[in-house]
């Protein structure tokens, strides 16, 4: 029946994979954050110009598959521009692109949703656009972004699986790897999916109480 | 307040009010989209003058007070504010481009009390009302801290300056709102409609707040359906229709010997339905007289 000695003779490999996916989470969540900051401000500008570039960007990666995302930075990118890209730079550029267009959005709604009121209120101090932005909006709209926020980053962990299709060995290629010579995928599967389950529901239950603290405040 | 006490301040506050204009409009013209809001507004305040817009629903009261301080953008006209230009644009087009740091500066020059308070959520009383000084002006913390605090204090909330908006009634609110323009030594107060957002029993707090305030020489633009308030504290009451300035003079003349027929019978509503006031209104009259 269900045999635990595929799990626990390969736990190094799964490890290692878990390893690979934990660094790619967190990598491509920082990165994803500062475009996501850099491509919702620009959204929020007043320059016709910038505002569509935001929107053209924030509409291709939110539209694209994003395995395709992937497999076009790894295979087709490099014809086109000429440069090698490695599996490790593929990934980290695809799934941070697309992660960005996500926080742009959520940075969007969340500044949007702040009451007009409190800019009018700001601008009549006299505080300039940076200043009414770092003082006055932006800490009331993360406030309401935290929940959306942990969302998406939930939702990231487990799209980094899809790193395996560009050979980078993380949780889940490790896991084909071994079911490849054990022929025990159903082992190997259920013990990532507990893997997942054992990180993720802690941090959504650590997103709950943030909201709480936050909206709190 | 009696009504001895108002005529010592009118006889005070005259002596007191220079000639000096501290705020001067010319042509206000303001568009949005196709809608013409403002239709060429002049209008000037001298420093320590108390002037009262009133006007019906839509005639452009709010969107005249947010051209002031560039909350709103006119389409044409100037704006000058204690000698400085915020504001200058021709119908042509042709005009001052005044630097986005200048604006604003000029501006802080100018404070605002809005409707809804629009107080800062996620700051205490106190760092609303410190936030501009230390932001803006970029004064020393402890500066203006003390200075918040007795801005507070004149305000009757030296209780609750460590407490959040969302602590607060509305009429507290509002004289933090107060105390937050205050804070930034304007030279002109704008006030759109500050207590209509208010339960009646805190209306009087705010507008006492707003009485010590104009005794204390403050010049100040309140757009209020208050006739009572515009009656007892305004220099000059002016009547908006269409985006035009379709009357204006001392409140006396202008609230009880209407000329313009929309004047007219807006006045009238608001006596009718508060009759209690003509009287009162005769007998200032008569004692004005005398
Ligand atoms: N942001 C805006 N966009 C389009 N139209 C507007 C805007 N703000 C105001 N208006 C229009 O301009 C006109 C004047 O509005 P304004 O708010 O200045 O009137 P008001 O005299 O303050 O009225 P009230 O007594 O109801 O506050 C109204 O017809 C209103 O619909
Ligand atoms: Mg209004």
Redesign the pocket.
Known sequence: MFDYTVITNNIGLLWQGLLMTLYFTVITIGAGMLIGLFIGLIQLSTFKPLVILGQVYVEFFRNIPLLVTLLWVYYAFPIFAGINVTKFWAGFIGLSCYVGSFYAEILRAGVQSVDPGQTDAATAIGMSYGQRMRRIILPQAFRKMIPPLAGQSIIQMKNTTLLSMITVPDLLYQASYISSFTYRPMEVYTAVGVIFLIILVPLTLLSRKLEKSGSLK | MSASDAIAREAGAVTDKSDKPVLRLDGICLK??D?R?LNGIDLSVVEGEVVVLI????????????CINLL?VPTSGSIVIDDETLFDRQADGKGAQIPAQEVNRIRSKTGMVF?QFNLFPHMTALENVMEGPVIVKKEPKEQARQKALQLLDLMGLAQHVEKYPRQLSGGQQQRVAIARAMAMQPKVMLF??PTSALDPELVGEVMKAMVELARSGMTMVI?T?ELGFAFEVADRVVF?DQ?LVAEQGPPAEVLLHPEHPRLKSFVGRFHESADLLRPFLEAREAEKAC
């Open positions: 949005f989209g809608k809001v006007g019906a629903s839509g005639s452009g009261k709010t969107s005249l007070l947010r709103n409707q759109d409609e757009v359906h908006l985006g």
